[in-house]
């Protein structure tokens, strides 16, 4: 079945030592998102891709960066990570930007815990 | 900043009785999609509505679309306790795929 795959499920971390979250997608969609959600609050878009073209939101920390190496691909990279930094991950995949083609399709999610 | 606001926040129902939660937006939306939070789990996306007053319906879930396309609204009829879970409603502007969503409603559902 095509879907959104999130390695690892659950991800423990000291304080300020860096962690990579992985999102891979077998739907061949051109854009890929990450989202943070903390608890019972809606996920917050932290950047997107189109393709290879990488999109910040405004309001992200310097601290979150992103990498997609192919389509396939995406690499949530936290480079100091604060105690604030303590959520669930969500990666999410769409085919297109604009509507009606972009449906957002999420994996299951990386919950982070920060020491 | 674009906003959307959903409420309420948190709906207590018996089996059986009918829910709703509104969305409504601060500018006029492009389209609006709902998605199905259950808990411990990830957004799972339901529907997707763009045209002015649109409704479309689900089995027992019910969607709109208002006229002015600033607000839309999500009705479930006669719940299940599997209908428990957070719902969102996130609204596109203009030709951005960005959504925004809104705070998302608990629905909880009591045998």
């Known amino acids: 079945d095509a879907m959104v795959i999130q390695n690892p499920r659950y991800q423990v971390t000291q304080f300020g030592k860096p962690v990579t979250l992985s999102c891979s997608q077998t739907?061949?969609?051109?854009?890929m998102y990450w989202y943070q959600q903390k608890s019972s609050q809606a996920p917050k878009l932290l950047f997107h891709?189109?393709?290879?073209?990488?999109?910040n939101e405004a309001d992200t920390p310097d601290n979150f960066q992103s990498r997609r190496p192919n389509t396939s691909f995406c690499f949530l990279d936290i480079r100091s990570p604060g105690l604030g930094d303590a959520a669930m991950y969500l990666c999410?995949?769409?085919?297109?930007?604009?509507?009606?083609?972009?449906?957002?399709?999420f994996g299951p999610g990386t919950r982070l815990t920060v020491l | 900043g674009q906003q959307v606001m959903q409420i309420p926040q948190y709906q207590h129902v018996q089996e059986g009785e009918d829910f709703t939660t509104y969305c409504n937006s601060s500018?006029?939306?492009?389209?609006i999609q709902w998605y199905k939070q259950r808990p411990g789990g990830h957004p799972v996306f339901l529907i997707q509505?763009?045209?002015?007053?649109e409704v479309k319906k689900q089995k027992r879930l019910t969607f709109q679309f208002g006229e002015a396309k600033k607000n839309s609204s999500l009705h479930i009829t006669a719940t299940q306790t599997t209908d428990v879970g957070t719902y969102f409603c996130a609204g596109g502007s203009g030709n951005t795929g960005k959504l925004i969503f809104g705070q998302g409603t608990t629905l909880q559902v009591k045998p």
């Open positions: 739907l061949n969609h051109n854009v």
């Open positions: 500018t006029t939306l492009s389209n």
């Open positions: 999410a995949t769409s085919r297109e930007w604009t509507p009606p083609y972009n449906e957002q399709f």
């Open positions: 891709y189109y393709d290879k073209d990488f999109n």
């Open positions: 509505l763009v045209k002015s007053g």
